[in-house]
């Protein structure tokens, strides 16, 4: 399973935002792109800003398309490279704040990967899913300060973690994996600078492994 990356989650929004306060504040209703290559959609009935499309890099070529209700982002698409597909989606809570990041690590216009970010806007959990169905997660990942710290993924597709990662200044230091369906790992891997140094197996009632075996260096 590949690992998202949170630098494909990190992008700043603030623009868009502070953008549709200005332009509801204006009360405009043109619908023409002004100078900073934005292009707002207004409901013809009401007069509400409804859409904000953007040209973020100015070439003439529309990019990002955010849903607005007013002065409040809803949802953003985004064709980061410009290539006609979308490859970022972004999700905004009641008050405008950005919550989930859904991402295409394949870049087929198909989000697979949905990051949950907090405050400070890293991501503190991002979820996976092998068949891009977001109601089908299989890989689980925890983020600290934008540093790869856990995981656990669904190997077998039966909707439970089968297997459970620890890093360590973003590399992997353990891995754990159930291998007779009782949600309980039964042989753990230790690594040390990438490489594999112990083998446990033989856990007991309490999980803790009873056998240890080394692994000499090649």
């Known amino acids: 399973m590949q690992v998202a990356t949170p630098a494909k989650v990190r992008r700043n929004v603030t623009v868009l935002v502070c953008v549709a306060v200005a332009l509801c504040a204006a009360c405009s209703t043109s619908s023409t792109p002004d100078k ?14 409804t859409e904000l499309a953007y040209d973020s890099n100015h070439n003439g070529k529309t990019d990002t398309w955010t849903e607005m ?10 064709d980061s490279n410009e290539d006609g597909r979308i490859d970022r989606w972004e999700y905004y ?13 394949k870049d087929d216009g198909k989000p697979d990967a949905w990051a949950f970010v907090g405050a400070d806007g890293k991501p503190r959990r991002i979820e996976i899913s092998s068949t891009a169905d977001e109601k089908k997660i299989d890989r689980w990942e925890h983020y600290e300060n934008d540093a790869l710290t856990s995981a656990e993924e669904d190997t077998n597709h039966d909707g439970k973690p089968d297997k459970w990662e620890s890093y360590e200044g973003g590399s992997l230091k353990t891995a754990s994996f159930d291998e007779n369906g009782d949600g309980r790992p039964d042989r753990r891997l230790t690594y040390a600078d990438g490489v594999l140094v112990t083998i446990e197996t033989d856990p007991d009632a309490a999980g803790t492994f009873k056998t240890r075996v080394p692994v000499a260096p090649h």
């Not at 707002?40 to 009401?46: G, Q």
């Not at 209700?69 to 985004?78: C, H």
Request: aromatic share 6%; net charge positive.
């Open 69 to 78: 209700n007013g002065a409040r982002p809803l949802r953003s698409r985004i």
């Open 36 to 49: 900073s290559g934005i292009t707002p959609t207004y409901d013809k009935t009401s007069g509400r800003l």
């Open 93 to 105: 809570d009641d008050q405008g704040k950005l919550t989930k990041v859904g991402f295409s690590r």
